[in-house]
């Protein structure tokens, strides 16, 4: 199926982002990282972290950063019509090989940048002061020619949350909330990220497992 980079159409959670006005309507959880609980090691979410994106009585929206889809970028360029008859360009190899995330598994096969801010297009959503979201063709022509911006984190689908669902996963202690750290969501060493997240919050990964699993 081809891969989606439209910023024509409004999908139902995104919605809640487009609405929003940063940062006055911040809510409780934008901006932080949900870190999944031991109590979801058999579903989608294990061991992810996701970047919240918007929070509001509406519901909420973000993207795991820690979770690869098995493809690098230039797969991503080439499923795609981003330079529909012309040649796909040749790209730097940490370009062409930047792996793809699987940001969650609402509309998993639409495409998403989380970016650094001194890239801003006419749909580009600032998220924070540091992170901003774009979802068009032009970001990935950019990247792709070494035009981009200086550091992204393209993505496959996004999570999301109706309204009071997230608050109720908080109170069944589905997540661990902690401060979001933009390295992090750049970051491309999707496999210890998990652990070196709790180990800077000052939690060890085994003893993080073992005691949530015996409360």
């Known amino acids: 199926m081809l891969t989606k980079f439209k910023s024509d159409v409004t999908l139902p959670f995104m919605e809640i982002l487009t609405k929003r006005k940063y940062p006055t309507d911040a809510g409780q959880f934008e901006g932080k990282f949900l870190v999944a609980m031991p109590g979801l090691s058999?579903?989608?979410?294990?061991?992810?972290?996701i970047y919240i994106c918007a929070h509001n009585e509406e519901g909420a929206m973000g993207f795991v950063?820690?979770?690869?889809?098995?493809?690098?970028?230039?797969?991503?360029?080439?499923?795609?019509?981003?330079?529909?008859?012309n040649a796909v360009p040749s790209m730097p190899s940490n370009v062409a090989h930047a792996p793809v995330g699987h940001g969650g598994p609402v509309d998993e096969h639409r495409g998403f940048v989380l970016h650094?801010?001194?890239?801003?297009?006419?749909a580009t959503i600032p998220i924070s002061e540091t992170v901003f979201?774009?979802?068009?063709t032009q970001v990935?022509?950019?990247?792709a020619n070494g035009q981009g911006p200086d550091r992204c984190a393209v993505s496959l689908g996004y999570s999301g949350w109706g309204p009071g669902q997230l608050e109720n996963e908080?109170?069944?202690?589905?997540?661990?909330?902690?401060?979001?750290?933009?390295?992090?969501v750049f970051d491309q060493d999707h496999e210890t990220k998990?652990?070196?997240?709790?180990?800077?919050?000052?939690?060890?990964?085994?003893?993080?497992?073992?005691?949530?699993?015996?409360?």
């Open 170 to 184: 908080m109170l069944d202690n589905s997540w661990l909330t902690l401060e979001a750290d933009p390295y992090l």
């Open 194 to 215: 998990y652990d070196r997240l709790l180990r800077a919050a000052g939690i060890q990964p085994a003893h993080f497992v073992a005691e949530c699993g015996h409360a």
């Open 116 to 122: 650094s801010a001194d890239y801003c297009g006419e």
């Open 133 to 136: 979201l774009t979802s068009t």
């Open 140 to 143: 990935l022509r950019l990247i």
């Open 65 to 85: 950063v820690n979770k690869p889809r098995g493809m690098t970028f230039w797969d991503l360029v080439e499923q795609t019509d981003v330079f529909q008859e």
């Open 42 to 49: 058999s579903s989608f979410f294990a061991q992810t972290i």
